[in-house]
């Protein structure tokens, strides 16, 4: 199962005891995911989401405040890039006065959650409008919605609470998002997904310590392409020379050079009578190669 199937099983199973706390969830996916509509006379409120999960989850929660309320579901597919089926759910509204308690035309109510109850609103937008990436491939974690002042107000609640988020207009919506894997942890952890938030800490330390291992390999190989190369040269320009006739320092730096071709110049000072450092192996190799070229 991949990390956003886990993560939404995660939300969507659930549902706060305290009434506050569970209207400040279905505020949170109404207000941002719901749309106005009259029909016939009648107002509605229209909500429409890929997962049928969370269609069920709100008309459970909404039938525990208004029972009275009537509702339908439809589906429609969507085609285009994002083609796929659309479930829409209908709300009669009775009582305009629920979409102020919503926050509709005035935020005061939405900013009275954020402060009292702000993981569940939080958590509601998410569930309604939010995205995430698969972290073993990005880090990248965004919400859609569906005005300026409503991002801007959740964008500074979220910076309070020291997440890193920023705030673009792309394709008339307003998108929080962040790429910081430390603040897509703390999010988790924000809106009560624990399970979530430990699965993620397991892949970033998982990729982490890849990334290590993957720079140290490819520093190992580099290196050992350069002794490699240097060897094969240093021992091309030895093999023009008269060994037998070359001082005595030299002559032992050339004959090790030739009988450990891949030695490091560390290894090669340790093999030397008396030990030579790397700095002295290297001068040495480096006037044999000059004696070599003049051969």
Avoid at 102 to 113: E, H, I, V
Wanted: net charge positive.
């Amino acid at each position: 199962m991949e990390f956003r199937d886990i993560l939404k099983s995660e939300l969507y199973a659930f549902v706060p005891v305290a009434e506050d706390l569970l209207w400040s969830e279905l505020a949170g996916i109404l207000r941002v995911g719901g749309v106005i509509e009259r029909k016939e006379g009648n107002v509605f409120l229209s909500f429409r989401h890929k997962d049928l999960a969370l269609i069920k989850k709100c008309v459970v929660l909404v039938k525990k405040f208004y029972p009275e309320i009537l509702y339908s579901i439809t589906e429609q597919q969507k085609k285009g890039i994002n083609s796929g089926i659309v479930y829409i759910l209908d709300l009669g509204i009775p009582d305009e006065q629920i979409f102020a308690k919503l926050g509709f035309g005035d935020t005061t109510p939405l900013l009275s959650m954020l402060e009292h109850n702000g993981p569940f609103f939080v958590k509601g937008v998410f569930e309604s409008r939010g995205y995430v990436s698969e972290p073993t491939r990005s880090y990248h974690l965004e919400i859609s919605l569906p005005s300026e002042e409503i991002a801007s107000l959740l964008l500074h609640h979220l910076e309070t609470k020291g997440m890193v988020f920023r705030l673009r207009y792309f394709r008339e919506e307003f998108r929080l998002y962040t790429k910081n894997a430390q603040s897509i942890e703390t999010f988790l952890g924000y809106i009560g997904a624990s399970q979530s938030y430990l699965a993620l800490e397991k892949i970033r330390v998982e990729k982490l310590t890849l990334d290590d291992l993957t720079r140290w390999v490819n520093c190992a190989t580099s290196n050992l392409e350069r002794v490699v190369e240097s060897s094969l040269r240093q021992r091309q320009k030895i093999s023009l020379l008269d060994l037998e006739h070359l001082p005595p320092k030299l002559r032992q730096i050339a004959y090790l050079r030739l009988r450990y071709p891949y030695a490091s110049l560390r290894e090669i000072g340790e093999l030397c009578t008396p030990p030579l450092s790397k700095m002295e192996v290297f001068r040495r190799l480096k006037k044999l190669e000059k004696l070599g070229g003049m051969s």
